[in-house]
C-alpha cells in the first residue's frame, strides 16, 4: 500500500503517457496474437460536422490504432447528415463482422438524436461504452465495456498502487461520460464516493474530505491548493484550451502539487489513458469475437 504522504519535493506525477505507452506494447502483442487467429481488430469511428476539437481527437484515436495494428476506418460525414442516413450507416457497421468497436465522436449537431444514436450501437461494439445498457450495466458491475476516461482513471489509479477502498473520493463533475461512471467504479471498489456538480454549494468543503479528487468539470483553476486536503491523490481530467492557446486541466497544478501526495499533470494525465482504454476495449472485443467463432 502507497503511504499518501506528501514527498519532500512535492506530490508525484501521475504520467498518463507513460502508462499508456507500457499498455500499448501489450496491446501491440495481443493484437499479433489476434491477427494469426485470422482476426484483425477492427474499430470504425465517425465523425459527424468539422468541429476541429473533435477532429484532433479522432485523429489521435486513428494514429493510435494503426500504432498497435488495429484497423480504424474513418467515416467523415458532413453536418447536414440526417438521423436517418447516420442511423442506417451504424446498423451496416454493427453488422460488419470485419469491426468490433464503433465511436461516434461526441458532440454531435444539434439535429441529430446523440441518444438514438448510441442506443442503435450494438452494445457489444459500443467500446466507448455509452449504450444505455452498459450504462445501466455499471450499476452492477456487469458492464460489457466500461466507458474510456473513468476507466483510465481507474488504470492510473491502480498503476501507481493508490488505495481506494475505504478511502473518502470526491468526484467533481457529474456528467454521464464521466463524473458519474467515475463515481460508480470507485464505489464499486469500497470507496466512500460523493459527487459534486455546478450547484454544489460550497465546493471547498466537499473537497476538502477527499483522500482521492477526480476532477472533471471543465472550469480552469477550478480546484486551488486551499481546497485539497494535505495528501490527497489529485487526478484532473479537464481539458481547457486558454484565450492564449494553452492547454490546462481544472486544477492549479503548482499550487496543488506542493500539497497533493500524487497529481496528474495536463496534458499528458489521463488524456492519453482514455486513447489507451479504447484501444483496449477495442481489442476486447475482437478477442470476443475470435473466441465466440462467430
Ligand atoms: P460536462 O460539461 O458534460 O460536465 C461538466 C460537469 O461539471 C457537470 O456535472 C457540471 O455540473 C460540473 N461543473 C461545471 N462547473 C462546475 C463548477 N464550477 N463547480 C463544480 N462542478 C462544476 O463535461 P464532461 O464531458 O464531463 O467533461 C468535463 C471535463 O473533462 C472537460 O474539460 C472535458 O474536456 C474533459 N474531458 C477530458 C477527457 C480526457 O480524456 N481527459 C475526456 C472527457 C472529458
Redesign the pocket.
Known amino acids: 500500500m502507497t503511504a499518501l504522504k506528501v514527498e519532500q519535493s512535492g506530490a508525484k506525477i501521475i504520467d498518463g503517457k507513460v502508462v499508456a505507452k507500457k499498455m500499448r506494447a501489450d496491446q501491440k502483442a495481443q493484437v499479433e496474437l489476434l491477427q494469426a487467429k485470422g482476426v484483425t481488430p477492427g474499430l470504425a469511428v465517425v465523425l459527424v460536422g468539422e468541429d476541429p476539437a473533435s477532429e484532433i481527437y479522432v485523429s489521435r484515436k486513428v494514429k493510435a490504432c494503426e500504432a498497435v495494428g488495429i484497423k480504424s476506418i474513418s467515416y467523415r460525414l458532413p453536418a447536414t447528415i440526417s438521423n436517418e442516413e447516420l442511423l442506417v450507416l451504424i446498423g451496416k457497421l454493427n453488422a460488419d463482422q470485419n469491426v468490433h468497436g464503433i465511436l461516434v465522436q461526441l458532440p454531435l449537431p444539434k439535429h441529430i438524436d446523440m441518444a438514438k444514436v448510441l442506443e442503435t450501437i450494438a452494445p457489444e461494439k459500443d467500446v466507448d461504452g455509452f449504450h444505455l445498457y452498459n450504462v445501466g450495466a455499471l450499476v452492477v458491475g456487469r458492464q460489457i465495456f466500461p466507458p474510456c ?1 473513468p476507466y ?1 482513471v481507474m488504470h492510473l489509479l491502480e498503476y501507481s498502487d493508490i488505495p481506494i477502498e475505504g478511502r473518502n473520493v470526491v468526484v ?4 454521464n ?3 458519474k461512471p467515475m463515481a460508480l467504479m470507485l464505489m464499486a471498489r469500497d470507496a466512500t464516493v460523493a459527487i ?5 454549494r460550497d ?1 471547498g468543503q466537499w473537497t476538502m474530505l477527499a483522500d482521492i479528487l477526480v476532477v ?4 480552469p483553476n ?1 480546484i486551488v491548493s486551499q481546497m485539497v486536503k494535505t495528501g490527497a491523490v489529485v487526478i484532473d ?4 484550451r486558454l484565450p492564449d492557446g494553452r492547454i490546462v486541466g ?1 486544477v492549479d497544478f503548482e499550487g496543488v502539487r506542493k500539497k497533493a501526495s500524487y497529481i496528474s499533470p495536463v496534458p499528458g494525465g ?2 492519453p ?2 486513447i489507451a482504454m479504447l484501444l483496449e476495449n477495442t481489442i476486447i472485443s475482437a478477442q470476443r469475437f475470435a473466441a465466440s467463432d462467430i
Open positions: 476516461t483510465g467533481v463533475g457529474a456528467s461520460i464521466v463524473g459534486c456538480h455546478a450547484k454544489t465546493l472533471a468539470a471543465g472550469v477550478l481530467v479537464g481539458i481547457n481544472d489521463v488524456g489513458m482514455t
